[in-house]
């Protein structure tokens, strides 16, 4: 399998994943120019994508769909209020429903020899959603914009070989930070974005035996620092089973602006 990030971070999202047969680009929240540029670091252009798929329609998740959409062509797979949501927007132009492949949260997309597993999570969106990706031997995930971490999705996510978890804010920071209090409190709600510590508990619970490679995602820009969110969720996975020193594990942080090398795994 393949999987790279382009862009993780609160102003814009978007990753890469697929197998030699099939490549899929789930979200694309920054313009289609730096979505080109980020797949040409690893030798893609934009006709190389099969499909996209879209976790929820929040602009940092969206910004660029349209633009692609009218270029490519490609299908485009989201839950039926996501792309309500999507068609109630008036900032990514002209869209064309028969682009648009709907499916309801829990369900599973195949896509050659790539089967993508929806899995429903509380985020303050019409019908948002997580993936996990597998080709039946090798399996990945991209878990961001939660509001918390419910048992079924954490059973959901086991056996992940590499993992994209949301560290989004420190918990002080945001609550000392310039943001108006309902946008802090919505942030902080069971609807909003896990913190640095919820970020590393659900890590911890996702680790396996055969973990590759971890990157922590979506981090604010003005409530975080990459640095605090790597050591915070060291903090929580110290004596962890499978690897008692933190350090001994491939935790990177997803950057914000440019693309993170691709993985092979």
């Known amino acids: 399998m393949k999987f790279m990030n382009l862009v993780s971070g609160s102003s814009g999202n978007s990753t890469l994943v697929g197998t030699d047969r099939v490549t899929v680009l ?14 040409n670091t690893a030798g893609y252009t934009g006709r190389d994508i099969d499909a996209v798929l879209i976790t929820h329609e929040h602009i940092d998740h969206v910004r660029g769909l349209g633009v692609l959409a009218r270029k490519y ?14 068609f109630r927007m008036n900032s990514l132009g002209k869209l064309d429903s028969e682009w648009f492949r709907p499916f309801r949260p829990g369900d599973s997309i195949q896509l050659k020899d790539l089967e993508i597993r929806s899995h429903s999570v509380s985020h303050d969106a019409a019908e948002p959603v997580c993936f996990s990706f597998t080709d039946g031997e090798k399996k990945c995930c991209i878990a961001t914009d939660l509001g918390y971490v419910p048992d079924q999705l954490i059973r959901e996510l086991q056996g992940c070989d590499v993992m994209l978890v949301e560290a989004n804010h420190d918990v002080r920071m945001l609550e000392v930070g310039p943001y108006p209090y309902s946008l802090k409190q919505r942030i902080l709600s069971d609807r909003g974005h ?63 602006d440019m693309a993170d090398p691709l993985i092979l795994f």
């Open 26 to 39: 789930c979200d694309a929240g920054v313009s289609m120019k730096k979505i080109e540029e980020c797949l």
């Open 73 to 86: 062509h490609f299908p485009i797979y989201a839950t039926d209020g996501t792309i309500q949501a999507i």
């Open 194 to 256: 896990l913190s640095n510590e919820t970020g590393g508990a659900f890590i911890r619970e996702l680790l396996n035996e055969h973990v590759r490679e971890i990157r922590l995602g979506h981090l604010s820009k003005e409530n975080n620092f990459p640095e605090l969110a790597l050591e915070t969720v060291r903090q929580e996975l110290l004596g962890n089973p499978y690897a008692p020193d933190p350090h001994d594990l491939n935790i990177q942080i997803a950057d914000r």
